[in-house]
């Protein structure tokens, strides 16, 4: 550790314990952050050099440290590949605790709960999309709303938003919107049991109410994607993924709505609780067996229910675009998964089958081979995770992992993650340099906002490649699939 | 005086609000949300939307004089241009009317996901009693 120090009022020095910490390189592509102090836990990493070097520029370590001294917390506080500064807990962050005296953070989930990715398969060709790329890019553009202040064609009641909170995806396929294996091939059957609506705040209805079928803005996108390149053929053909077809691959959430809950939960805890204990203010807490805990847990599934709905109808919303063009060819849900999410799953610990509370932050969940709570396709295969690039770059799919439960609770990376601010991404990047940028690769884009686009602009965040490779160099997401974009629509 | 600065940050978004007196700061933080998510534009002050806020510390007020522009925004499509705030700091009550526009007038808008506690203060720097704010949100 470093000691140095800061000029504070008064013109005192404080100590302060900056984030040059003790770090192990214990094999390859995994680190340790020794315990100390009020740490219950050490710290874990999962990146490659590489990516370690990016990990050290912000504040992630610290974060990792912050989580390892909550209470409750088992075996260690994890970092993925592609894990970056956030709010109390890093984004890629996984934390579990055990069911007696752990806790729940909504800042630890996240504020943008069940922020996840959906892949729609095809067997449109590549080169038969290509034909008509400006027309349906345009057209899913009009269809689906994306951007500020713009809100939804439906419009809901208080009773109808209760309903989809409590039913998730369910909802709507019973509306005739959708079909059976839209609910099938969801994470939780898209619907997370034990959501009660009651538990979420009149606000976040407010704010939820007409953003439905939305794609919001940031890094939220729909891109449509050539499959690319196979590395796996028989699970590729289990997925449904053909090379050369094109899918379509949304990354959306809970919107105004999940947000709303993590920040009302987020003040009720440090009303209960306070705030002095804490090493981060944001990562507030409560009790898994408290009141309040318990409230969480059901608004926060209830808020997850809602951006599964929000997936599901943005996917509606494309199928029917594209049908304009190519009413033969149905679009097939592969998969849909939730990466800001808190879940009640079974790991050994100690020897001993044990029942923890993970939190996954930027984080997706990996469920390998003989998981009863994957579809029975899936149960042969392990699940499809989905993992977006930054927006114009690849994206891949990965199959879930028995070894991600042995190492990292099931969970392996979200995405490529940031290393440049937006405004340092202004700064560098002209709205020119990045459409070439997009151009070069032949990326067609569709962008509600130049600045959203230069913002996002693929040389702002971290090479997916890398972080999809140390995956599956330690086993615990394994890849399928790279997928190419060919249009990308964002807010 | 400068009424506010953007500071680096790697995902999000980071300011510092200056001011002479306690209101003056909480205003001059909300030109710099504006800014964000108008992305410079000029908001024009068309609508005018008047609430109250109680209770707290004043980086509590900070934090909920932001969670309610974004209600606003999301709610009612409103998007702020400017404030006028009241801090009655006894009894911890802040009044304050927000101006702005509907944001369906404009194009090329951004978005903040919500207001967070990270890196905020609200604080008196003692020489000439000057105020300054800093907060990073989630866009």
New interface residues.
């Given amino acids: 550790m470093l000691k140095i120090s800061e000029r504070i009022?008064g013109g005192k020095h404080r100590l302060l314990w900056m984030s040059k910490m003790n770090l192990k390189k214990i094999s390859e592509n995994i680190w340790e952050i020794p315990k100390e102090r009020k740490m219950n836990v050490p710290g874990r990493v999962f990146a490659s050099d590489k990516l370690m070097e990016r990990i050290k520029e912000?504040k992630t370590l610290e974060q990792i440290k912050n989580a390892g001294m909550l209470p409750g917390i088992v075996k260690y506080s994890i970092a993925m590949p592609d894990a970056?500064?956030?709010?109390?807990l890093c984004?890629g962050g996984v934390i579990a605790f055990n069911l007696k005296n752990g806790i729940v953070s909504p800042g630890a989930t996240g504020?943008?709960i069940n922020c996840g990715v959906r892949l729609l398969s095809s067997e449109i060709k590549k080169e038969e999309f290509l034909k008509k790329r400006k027309e349906i890019t345009h057209q899913i553009k009009r269809d689906v709303p994306s951007?500020?202040?713009?809100?939804g064609e439906l419009k809901f009641t208080d009773k109808e938003i209760d309903e989809i909170l409590k039913k998730g995806v369910k909802y709507f396929v019973e509306k005739g919107i959708g079909k059976k294996s839209d609910i099938e091939y969801c994470e939780d059957n898209g619907c997370i049991l034990g959501a009660n609506p009651e538990k979420i705040s009149q606000?976040a209805k407010?704010?939820?109410?007409n953003?439905l079928g939305t794609i919001?803005?940031?890094n939220h996108f729909l891109e449509i994607q050539e499959i690319e390149k196979i590395y796996d053929e028989k699970t590729a053909k289990v997925f449904g993924l053909k090379q050369g077809n094109i899918c379509v691959l949304i990354h959306s959430g809970s919107?105004?709505l999940g947000?709303?809950t993590?920040?009302d939960y987020?003040k009720i805890c440090e009303k209960e609780y306070g705030i002095n204990h804490l090493p981060d203010?944001?990562l507030a807490y409560a009790p898994i067996d408290s009141k309040i805990g318990k409230d969480y847990i059901e608004a926060m599934r209830a808020s997850a229910n809602f951006a599964f709905c929000n997936r599901h109808l943005i996917a509606h919303l494309a199928k029917k675009a594209f049908s304009k063009f190519f009413p033969k060819k149905e679009l097939e849900l592969v998969y849909d998964v939730a990466h800001n999410i808190i879940k009640f799953e079974e790991f050994q610990l100690n020897g001993k089958k044990t029942e923890l509370c993970v939190h996954r932050k930027g984080a997706t969940r990996s469920f390998g081979i003989g998981r009863k709570e994957l579809p029975k396709k899936y149960q042969k295969t392990g699940q499809p995770i989905l993992i977006p690039g930054s927006m114009g770059t690849y994206s891949y799919v990965l199959v879930g992992t028995e070894k991600a439960r042995e190492i990292s609770f099931a969970s392996t990376a979200h995405g490529a993650g940031?290393?440049?601010?937006?405004?340092?991404a202004k700064k560098r990047f002209s709205p020119e340099f990045v459409k070439n940028e997009l151009e070069k690769n032949d990326v067609y884009i569709e962008a509600?906002?130049?600045?959203?686009m230069v913002e996002e602009a693929p040389s702002a965040y971290k090479d997916v490649n890398e972080v999809v490779k140390v995956s599956h160099e330690l086993g615990i997401g394994n890849i399928v699939a790279r997928l190419k974009p060919l249009a990308v629509i964002k807010? | 005086m400068k009424k506010y600065e953007f500071l680096p940050h790697t995902a999000e978004m980071k300011f510092r609000a200056f001011g002479k007196t306690l209101n003056q700061v909480f205003e001059n933080s909300v030109l710099a949300i504006s800014e964000i998510l108008s992305r410079g534009v000029k908001i024009k002050s068309k609508k005018k939307k008047t609430i109250a806020i109680e209770g707290g510390t004043n980086e509590n007020f900070l934090y909920n004089l932001i969670d309610e522009i974004i209600y606003l925004l999301d709610s009612e499509s409103f998007i702020v241009s400017k404030t006028k705030i009241k801090f009655n700091e006894k009894i911890r009550r802040m009044e304050v009317v927000f101006y702005g526009d509907d944001a369906k007038n404009y194009e090329n808008l951004d978005y903040i996901k919500s207001a967070t506690y990270a890196e905020m203060y609200v604080k008196n720097l003692g020489k000439n009693k000057r105020w300054e704010a800093q907060a990073v949100v989630d866009v």
């Fill in positions: 009022k912000d970056h500064q956030g709010y109390g984004v504020y943008d951007g500020v202040g713009r809100g606000r407010a704010r939820g109410r953003q919001g803005a940031g919107r105004g947000h709303q993590c920040s987020l203010r944001e940031r290393i440049l601010s937006r405004t340092e509600g906002s130049v600045n959203g807010g």
